[in-house]
């Protein structure tokens, strides 16, 4: 069975700094994993996946993950945040196919980003 | 281009009534799905359903039913609400790129 353990529950961080958010994964099998992004009293949106190919994967908005197979890694990281990047992060994991199957996802980290 | 559109977004109900939570995609996605949302635990997969025509239980289903009326809808039913039924759900569709409602708050008095 697969399981996703985000490592922190809350991460506090000051305008500007760089921040990471970590996941864990567990799977015996191939992997396809996932960054949900969820702002106050919203759905939750795709931030960024890895599905194959380069293990470095980049959003729009600056962030990037780094897939590591061997640690079983796919930590969120920024190099210099906005008070927008306040949100819940999820992170999401998915075993077999890309057309079928289940997402399981962690507990969420709470970033706050102050000015 | 509404995507998934989940109604209604808020819901107070008493223990023991029954209600349907809504559910409608128009990305013609053959999968969607039902998750709830607890403080602290993430989201947590009720029900799913892979096509049309079809339906299976994910990690929390009990106290839940759920029905696929066609490729677009995908219905949630409380039966018999409890207070531990209070929670935040979400409906998704397509399971790469999930596609996510914007919620149902219901709180189970």
């Known amino acids: 069975a697969q399981s996703v353990t985000q490592l922190d529950s809350q991460v506090p961080v000051f305008e500007e700094a760089p921040v990471e958010l970590r996941c864990n994964y567990s799977?015996?099998?191939?992997?396809?994993l996932f960054w949900y992004v969820q702002y106050p009293n919203q759905g939750l949106q795709l931030l960024l996946k890895?599905?194959?190919?380069?293990?470095l994967v980049e959003s729009i908005n600056g962030f990037e993950a780094e897939f590591n197979k061997s640690q079983t890694s796919f930590h969120l990281r920024k190099p210099s945040v906005h008070i927008s990047d306040t949100a819940e992060y999820f992170c999401?994991?998915?075993?077999?196919?890309?057309?079928?199957?289940?997402?399981?996802f962690g507990q969420g980290t709470i970033l706050t980003v102050h000015p | 281009n509404a995507g998934v559109t989940q109604t209604p977004k808020f819901q107070v109900l008493k223990t023991g009534q029954s209600m349907t939570l809504q559910c409608a995609q128009d990305?013609?996605?053959?999968?969607m799905y039902w998750y709830r949302q607890d403080p602290g635990m993430g989201l947590r997969l009720i029900y799913y359903?892979?096509?049309?025509?079809?339906?299976d239980k994910g990690e929390v289903p009990n106290g839940y039913n759920v029905s696929r009326l066609n490729k677009r809808e995908f219905s949630l039913r409380l039966e018999s609400a409890a207070p531990s039924q209070t929670s935040v759900y979400f409906c998704?569709?397509?399971?790469?790129?999930?596609?996510f409602g914007q919620g149902t708050r219901l709180t189970v008095v």
């Open positions: 990305m013609n996605h053959n999968s």
């Open positions: 998704a569709s397509r399971v790469s790129e999930a596609f």
């Open positions: 359903s892979a096509s049309e025509g079809t339906t």
């Open positions: 799977s015996s099998v191939s992997v396809y």
């Open positions: 890895y599905l194959s190919g380069s293990t």
């Open positions: 999401a994991s998915l075993a077999g196919g890309t057309s079928y199957g289940k997402l399981t």
